[in-house]
């Protein structure tokens, strides 16, 4: 059986390099350029950019607890050795694939948050993710917890911008939700054509809730096109992976400061029920060359000092390893932010190996509690009302704006 | 290899929803391919996803409850939900939790002990590797009693799909879906609702449900609209111009399907076992753009018969759009070549948003 990958969740493959392949570069409307400068995101106002490991990343491979005992002992010819990992604290090591996330905590801009998961874990990939994505364990088949920040903040279609071609449920709201900027970005039909399209988007006062809809969605396409021109225009794509690629969009569209204030990519094909150690490996070195380079770009720039990073799965990977060199799905693992207002460092508890729930680490933090502080500490929000219960924060984690 | 397969099963369906003579069966088979949905991201043999498909097809106008009896032994269900790794002994429950909370009931209307004792009912069923068919190994069956929302029986996956179909709530589910894809989001009137519930009855009957449907004053009401699925939108699009998709080049079907991938949906690969999403989840900025690109596409294939005059009314007959607002007219208004209007008109809110 192949490995569950970020496609496979949304259920789609190829879209991006299909995009770019029927031919899409110059952005529509240009005469509109002059827009674009009339609503610059101002200093201090915080950026959120979420990035989703799609399959289930073993976080005990990703933060190694390498002078564990009880880790060695479940996976011997999975584990790494001290030597092969890159020192992060005392017994514990990353990744050798991370190299460039490895200097960026030295930096001391890279929080590690261990143990994040949910009560009661479901196994299940797309159960889990839809928890992940919804906020909610019991029910996760309503709003994104992202859609339900836009819910709360009004209409502005730049609010959000997924980068995966498909909007991820996490930012599908009840009333609103993101809007997709595909990589090839925006091929607006010129000419009468792109008249006769941009004439679509005016309201009519014998709309229908949803007929309204449609025509806003048209509106927003050309406002859209409008603001984002000037950060895209004469912008060479980087020939890379999809998610250096996206990541390095977020950043052209952030230095720009265009008003966005949430930005959602993601990588897939984590889950390594078999051969687990080369493929980790080699999908956590794609991370890392997206991630690295993104944070160097916007440390220390004052359209970059406000981003934060939060890179997230929908479950570990069980403690012990399985048959075929690889793990099944388990529960709790690491969450990584990265930024300038992330304080590094080790959050959190890391779960016990020898305390095991069924085979599985305890959760020793609740994700709820890690959206709320990036809701309350990058985008201002009434994050209880968002998450719709009282939640925890994880005090000192990110930082107010200079 | 596989990949071909499954893009030649993809254009098979998509081929066979815009010749058929049949249109409504393919709509129901499409609906229900929601419902139960399978995707061969995980279930990559085209051969099982097909079997399952024609299952579906053979059930729409028969019984709610034989189509289910069906599905919960159906290879491609069995190994999307990990059937065959349930049986006694050590449980697997996730064909019994999605059985229902999505196919059967919807949340809030079984236990957590339900989801263990159905899913103890649904063990011994296993897939033969060759012939790829389900099998039924009575030693890997728990024998024992189970209790599901209260009746209390030796339980197997039929037995226990009686007990769910049979309840109450299961009607009310059904009915509830059925409407909320092809008659309106607004929930029925209390006065419908219970003409339809009569209609289902305790022979879960869908012919019947789907005739109560048609007739409810709803469904002719203009006030009732739906946002298109994007399959459905390309479907109705191409049947209005009489383009079938193996009329399209390789390339212009590959653009198609690229197309439709970006929209959010695909024959065969729906995002979860929870089906699409619908309503304003597929209204995004970009599908605009998405649309745009399928209609092209199809329209260039179109033999077309524009009139000298009366173009606005042509194109309103064509796609069967009972009025176009102002602002579509004078949008349209301003194209004079008959497949940019057609285009056009295809990506307007009033052929997005069905009537």
Not at chain 1, 72 to 101: I, K, T
Not at chain 2, 138 to 145: K, L, M, N, T, V
Not at chain 2, 224 to 243: D, F, N, T, Y
């Amino acid at each position: 059986m192949k490995a569950v990958t970020r496609r496979r969740f949304l259920g789609f493959s190829g879209v991006a390099a299909g995009a770019l392949a029927l031919g899409a570069t110059a952005l529509p409307w240009s005469d509109l350029l002059a827009a674009a400068a009339r609503d610059p995101r101002p200093d201090g106002q915080g950026v959120l950019v979420v990035v989703t490991l799609y399959g289930g990343n073993d976080g005990l491979n990703t933060v190694v607890p390498v002078a564990d005992p009880a880790y060695v002992r479940a996976r011997p010819d999975l584990a790494y050795d001290p030597h092969e990992v890159l020192p992060l604290a005392a017994g514990l090591g990353l990744n050798p694939g991370m190299r460039g996330l490895e200097a960026v905590w030295r930096q001391g801009r890279m929080a590690v948050v261990q143990g994040v998961g949910y009560p009661r874990p479901d196994h299940s990939h797309f159960r889990s993710m839809a928890i992940w994505q919804t906020a909610s364990p019991v029910t996760p088949s309503g709003a994104g917890w992202l859609g339900r920040w836009l819910d709360a903040t009004g209409d502005d279609p730049l609010r959000a911008l997924s980068l995966d071609p498909v909007l991820p449920p996490l930012l599908v709201g009840e009333r609103s939700a993101a809007a997709t900027l595909p990589l090839g970005g925006l091929p607006m039909p010129q000419g009468r054509l792109g008249e006769a399209l941009a004439a679509l988007g005016l309201p009519d006062a014998t709309d229908d809730a949803f007929r309204a809809r449609v025509a806003q969605s048209v509106e927003h396409l050309g406002s859209i096109g409008s603001s984002l021109a000037p950060a895209l225009a004469g912008r060479t794509p980087i020939d890379s992976t999809e998610l250096a690629e996206q990541l390095s969009l977020a950043a052209d569209l952030i230095t720009a400061r265009v008003p966005t204030r949430v930005y959602s990519a993601s990588l897939g094909g984590f889950d390594t029920h078999a051969d687990a150690r080369g493929t980790q490996e080699r999908l956590l070195g794609v991370l890392d060359d997206a991630v690295a380079p993104f944070l160097a770009r916007m440390a220390g720039t004052p359209a970059g000092r406000d981003v934060v990073v939060i890179v997230y799965s929908e479950f570990g990977r069980r403690v012990q390893a399985n048959l075929s060199d690889g793990t099944d799905h388990g529960t709790a693992g690491p969450v990584f932010l990265l930024g300038d207002r992330v304080q590094g460092g080790l959050h959190g508890t890391m779960p016990s190996l020898t305390d095991l729930d069924a085979g599985d680490m305890r959760p020793t933090v609740d994700f709820r509690d890690v959206y709320a502080t990036v809701l309350d500490g990058v985008l201002e929000a009434d994050a209880d009302a968002v998450l719709r219960e009282p939640r925890g924060r994880l005090g000192g984690l990110v930082k107010p704006p200079v | 290899m596989k990949e071909d397969q499954q893009r030649l099963l993809r254009l098979w369906w998509l081929d066979r929803m815009t010749a058929a003579e049949d249109p409504c069966a393919e709509k129901l088979t499409w609906f229900w391919h929601g419902h139960f949905a399978t995707s061969e991201a995980k279930v990559d043999y085209p051969d099982l996803v097909l079997a399952q498909n024609e299952t579906l097809r053979a059930h729409v106008r028969g019984d709610f409850r034989a189509m289910t009896r069906a599905m919960v032994v159906d290879a491609a269900l069995v190994y999307w939900l990990d059937g065959q790794a349930n049986l006694v002994g050590a449980a697997n429950e996730n064909l019994g939790r999605e059985l229902m909370e999505l196919f059967t009931l919807g949340l809030g209307h079984y236990g957590e002990t339900d989801v263990k004792e159905a899913s103890r009912a649904l063990t011994g069923w296993t897939i033969d590797p060759d012939l790829r068919v389900t099998e039924f190994d009575p030693g890997r069956w728990d024998p024992g009693a189970k209790t599901v929302l209260g009746r209390t029986g030796e339980l197997d996956a039929v037995g226990l799909v009686d007990v769910l179909v049979a309840r109450p709530e299961s009607a009310d589910f059904v009915i509830g879906r059925l409407w909320a894809r092809l008659v309106s989001s607004t929930p029925p009137s209390a006065g419908t609702r219970d003409v339809l519930r009569r209609a289902y009855g305790p022979a879960t009957d869908l012919r019947a449900l789907l005739a109560a449907i048609v007739g409810a004053p709803e469904f002719r009401d203009g006030a009732s609209v739906l946002v298109k699925q994007p399959v459905e939108w390309a479907i109705g699009l191409m049947r209005a111009v009489g383009v079938r998709a193996v009329a399209l080049t390789d390339d212009e079907a590959d653009h198609l399907v690229i197309a439709l991938q970006s929209l959010g949906q695909l024959p065969f690969r729906p995002p979860s076992v929870g089906g699409w999403p619908d309503g304003i989840a597929w209204l995004t900025p970009s599908a605009n753009l998405d649309r745009l690109t399928v209609a092209r596409l199809v329209l260039s294939r179109a033999d077309l018969r524009p009139p000298t005059s009366g173009r606005l009314d042509w194109a309103r007959d064509v796609l069967g759009v009972e009025t176009w607002s102002a602002r579509t007219a004078t949008a349209l208004d301003r194209l004079d070549e008959p497949r940019e209007l057609l285009a056009v008109a295809a990506i307007s809110p009033e052929y997005v948003v069905s009537g």
